[in-house]
């Protein structure tokens, strides 16, 4: 991505851990659940019923992405029966400020980006 009004030492430096990193924590599922963890702890369930398109399976290998990653922690209860619950962790809460001024800015120019899809899918028509 070149950006004219910057110099050549300002470049976006992508490498692969970074890539994968974003990958893992700002991906759709991971969003959601973060999204619902910085209101509260929540047990899978929980999860499951604020997040009602997310299967079982793709919450599971999410919380597991989140707990490797460090932004989530996993904790055993003492309960009876025992269960588990989630909750965000000072980490994971960093990632919250910069999340947000990337939907800001999605938000600020959404219209504009519209106005180029639509560009691009009516040229896409035309060309057929």
């Not at 120019?109 to 896409?124: G, M, S, T, V, W």
Request: glycine share 4%; aromatic share 4%; net charge neutral.
């Amino acid at each position: 991505m070149t950006d004219t009004t910057h110099s050549a030492s300002s470049r976006f430096e992508i490498d692969a851990p970074h890539r994968e990193l974003l990958d893992q924590v700002l991906d759709k599922w991971s969003l959601q659940v973060l999204n619902e963890l910085c209101e509260r702890p929540l047990r899978f369930s929980g999860l499951r019923r604020l997040i009602p398109s997310v299967t079982q399976k793709s919450l599971t290998a999410t919380l597991r992405r989140l707990e490797r990653n460090g932004v989530i922690e996993r904790v055993v209860l003492s309960t009876r029966p025992v269960a588990v619950e989630y909750r965000i962790t000072p980490l994971g809460k960093t990632l919250r400020p910069p999340v947000e001024t990337i939907l800001a800015w999605a938000n600020d120019h959404l219209p504009a980006i519209e106005a180029a899809r639509n560009r691009f899918d009516d040229e896409q028509d035309g060309g057929i």
